[in-house]
């Protein structure tokens, strides 16, 4: 590897990754600041995300790589990245195309809320996941 190709992946040194190569990362709308959703990334995940300024996630179900709205089209376009005080959790900033990033058809994965020691689903289901993601 050259200095340059070395000096190009050095950021990724910097991460703490999980013992299984992976690191959490957060995605966020990028203008108003709401959570979106959390997935897993892996070194080519994150380089792919950067070069390419889309959401690639890891999938650990798949054992592969996942580019965020492949199937649904509900790409994330990254708009910033961050990394955490300890090194261990990346931040997307992103811009949700087609306003929704759960599979379940919400505009954001954190739709349940504890309400008197019971999750509640306060958040309207967008579009039906059936109608996403067809077969």
């Known amino acids: 590897m050259t200095?340059?190709?070395?000096?190009?992946?050095?950021?990724?040194?910097?991460?703490?990754?999980?013992?299984?190569?992976?690191?959490?990362?957060?995605?966020q709308d990028y203008q108003t600041g709401e959570v979106l959703m959390?997935?897993?990334?892996?070194?080519?995940?994150?380089?792919?995300t950067v070069a390419e300024k889309r959401a690639i996630y890891w999938s650990r179900s798949r054992q592969s790589l996942w580019r965020k709205g492949e199937s649904s089209g509900h790409v994330q376009k990254l708009h910033d990245i961050r990394l955490d005080c300890d090194a261990d959790v990346i931040l997307l900033?992103?811009?949700q195309l087609g306003d929704i990033a759960c599979h379940t058809g919400?505009?954001?994965?954190?739709?349940?809320?504890?309400n008197n020691h019971q999750w509640q689903a306060v958040e309207p289901v967008l579009k039906d996941p059936d109608d996403i993601y067809k077969a």
């Open 3 to 27: 200095e340059q190709q070395l000096s190009n992946t050095a950021w990724l040194d910097k991460i703490k990754w999980t013992e299984d190569g992976l690191v959490p990362a957060i995605a």
């Open 38 to 48: 959390m997935a897993w990334m892996n070194r080519d995940s994150l380089s792919l």
């Open 93 to 95: 900033k992103v811009e």
């Open 106 to 114: 919400r505009r954001s994965c954190f739709y349940q809320q504890l």
